[in-house]
């Protein structure tokens, strides 16, 4: 048996120019689409299917990538898309899955969570929604003003996503899909978002991560305001075993950022390093006295983040905390409506 701790390579010297499509794999190709904010873009892959193919992720629904799919269609030729993946919710992945699903014949397909999700974000009424993040992000000790500022601006990208289709295919861990002859396992994984699906064709050693992991980038998490309490980070963790469980020590990442890359188990051990050091800085910080998730954000980034992502730094600050405090390490105490996060006497 191999160790699987081999190195951590990126497969692609270079990253196809957004629109253009790379063959990774018999069958398989690699796009890249726009994104507005960092990082710049987003990865969709295109498998062959039959007659037809299964797009995996979406990008964005807006004028680029729109025009982009419409180019790809063009070039696919026989029934051109028949199926939309989408690994998770996130406007980045689902955003143009309902337009292509349109506008083309396709079917969306994606586990229950990531459809309820992303149903809920679209349908949740405005005053409702801004009043839950009002609520949640103060508590946290969030000024009144920069509160403010998030609720107006800080969510907009949320919704950079095309009507969700009202019928989906439901895709549930440890289901097998054939796609273009080939046997894909179906994995999920939380942290990142309620239930990311992930695909494994194990034949060909290759692994669809989505978000779950890339080559250079540590995948972001936050507690959600609909689920203050929760546990993002032991979610996100495990997701990182089942992979490791699943995949084999030589099999291709096929990310959502970034670029394929070889070597997973050891970009595991540097992401649970990465988390662990992350934990381990909330811990100092709160040793010196009790702290709001608001005041962590000094001791975990360098600068303090502007209006249109500080409330998704908040709650990465609590992702630490919350796993810190499942843990028994930290205390979380409310004092007039104020949450701050104490260690443990
Ligand atoms: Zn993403």
Redesign the pocket.
């Known amino acids: 048996m191999t160790s699987g701790r081999g190195a951590v390579s990126i497969e692609f010297a270079d990253a196809p120019e957004a629109g253009e499509m790379r063959e990774i794999a018999d069958g398989v190709f690699w796009l890249r689409l726009p994104l507005p904010y960092e990082p710049g873009h987003?990865n969709a892959y295109l498998l062959r299917d039959g007659d037809g193919w299964t797009a995996v992720d979406a990008g964005l629904f807006d004028e680029p990538t729109c025009a982009i799919w419409r180019r790809v269609r063009q070039r696919l030729g026989g029934q051109g898309i028949t199926t939309v993946l989408a690994t998770?919710w996130?406007p980045?992945?689902l955003g143009a899955a309902g337009w292509i699903c349109e506008t083309f014949g396709a079917t969306l397909a994606t586990s229950e969570s990531e459809f309820l999700r992303g149903l809920v974000v679209q349908y949740m009424p405005k005053e409702e929604g801004d009043a839950l993040e009002r609520g949640f992000f103060l508590s946290h000790g969030l000024a009144p003003d920069e509160t403010e500022l998030w609720v107006a601006n800080g969510r907009r990208f949320m919704h950079d996503t095309y009507r969700i289709p009202p019928t989906y295919r439901k895709l549930a861990s440890g289901q097998t899909v054939a796609i273009g002859g080939h046997d894909f396992r179906i994995a999920v994984a939380g942290g990142h978002s309620p239930e990311e699906v992930m695909l494994h064709d194990a034949g060909r050693g290759l692994f669809f991560c989505?978000?779950q992991a890339g080559p250079r980038i540590a995948p972001t998490m936050a507690v959600q305001p609909s689920d203050p309490l929760g546990d993002p980070l032991r979610h996100f963790l495990a997701g990182l075993d089942t992979i490791a469980a699943m995949s084999g020590p030589d099999d291709l990442l096929l990310p959502?950022?970034e670029a394929p890359f070889r070597g997973f188990h050891t970009r595991a051990d540097e992401l649970r390093a990465f988390y662990a050091r992350r934990c381990h800085q909330v811990l100092a910080a709160c040793s010196e006295g009790p702290k709001t998730a608001n005041e962590l954000l000094a001791s975990l980034f360098r600068r303090r983040p502007g209006p249109i992502w500080i409330g998704f730094l908040i709650g990465e600050a609590l992702a630490y905390a919350n796993n810190l405090v499942a843990r028994g390490l930290l205390e979380r105490q409310v004092d007039h409506g104020i949450v701050r996060f104490s260690m443990r006497p």
């Open positions: 987003v998770h996130h980045d992945h989505a978000d959502g950022h």
